[in-house]
């Protein structure tokens, strides 16, 4: 089988570039031929004006993209396209391109791109679907990307045109991580026959040993890693945790929130709380080994959570917050403890009740390795993804018969 696998790459590595790596690797090691199309934000700092000026059309749609696709496949004839992430640099455009050259199209759900202009329901500190059924113009009145009207601007009539010109049935299968990503899809007109549920995997083995030689470290200490951005909920975290300088919380990751943190902690003197950067392997595992319990405080709605299962991997209880797929994930009390997002009194007695039982923390780390081991390994999400390639091979002809039909119901959002 010949994949080809398209990526846009961030300016900071987050969770999506990483399940795309890892997803290219699992399926090269068994066998697979993977070819790579990708993009990097890195290119948009090397722009000129009259570039910068024409980016906006070119995110609707790219004849780069169009050009350097149509001549990859004439190399490689793929017999699948496996979508990652497409925006801003590759941009919708590819639907047409795989659309006319027969190619059928499987992509990931890793965020809520296709309904939401920045993909992550969540604006101005609150949770958000008013743009459910096509009013993207809300991004615009918000301000939902970079607090920028132009700029959702772009994102909002990318979208718009996305969802008129019918691209989106030309994907013949979404992968939705979680099912709480699958009942969203649902909500917002896709239908349930090209939703197929394909959580993201861990590779267990490369993690074993980081809680040795002793099970939980004498210190209560925790750790957050991811980006440092606002619907992370780094300031309930970084609340829940100021008043209590006997316990130290490391904070590993990089984004936009990163110097005003810095400020915040070094003006008030939280010595206990710890800015370390972006940090992966050695470095990031030895964290991992001190921690007593790894906190997710995210305020939007995640559609997996990677860091959940690097957690469970290296045996380490997860404190999450009760947002999109974390309580999926979660099991509060026995693979961890769930509490309600934005309160940081909340996450401080959870956190409280994990530093003064340092056993309960080691049987949810156990537990959270055996759920990794079980339900998240590579050979699962291998004969998974297999099963959905082969799948939509075999009936490439997937588009809807009829137009989406987009949930304005006052509940739209799944429970949270």
Known sequence: MRVLLIHNYYQQFGGEDMSAER???LLEERGVEVQVYSRHNDEILEYGLLRKALFPLKTMWSPETVTELTSLLARFPADVAYLHNLYPLISPSVYGVLSRLGVPVVQVLHDFRPFCANGWLYTNGEICDRCTGGCHWNAVVHKCMH????????YA???WRLRHSGALRQVSAFVCPSEFTRRYAIKNGIEEARLFLRPHFIRVAEYRGVDLPQLQ?????FLYLGRLSPEKGLWTLIHAFEPLGGIRLDIAGTGPLEAE???YLESRGLTHIRLLGFQSGAV???LLRRARAVIVPSESLETFGITVLESYAAARAVIASNSGALPYLVEDGNTGLIFERQDALSLRAKMLELARDPAKAARMGIA???RASLDYGPEAAFQSLMSIFKAVIAEPAAACPRPLQFSREENALPHV
């Open 147 to 154: 607090q920028s009207r132009a700029i959702s601007a772009v």
């Open 217 to 221: 470290p004498p210190e209560a200490r």
């Open 368 to 370: 959270g390795q055996r």
């Open 261 to 263: 943190i810095g400020r």
């Open 284 to 286: 990031k595992n030895e």
């Open 23 to 25: 997803d290219r690797r």
């Open 157 to 159: 009539a990318t979208l």
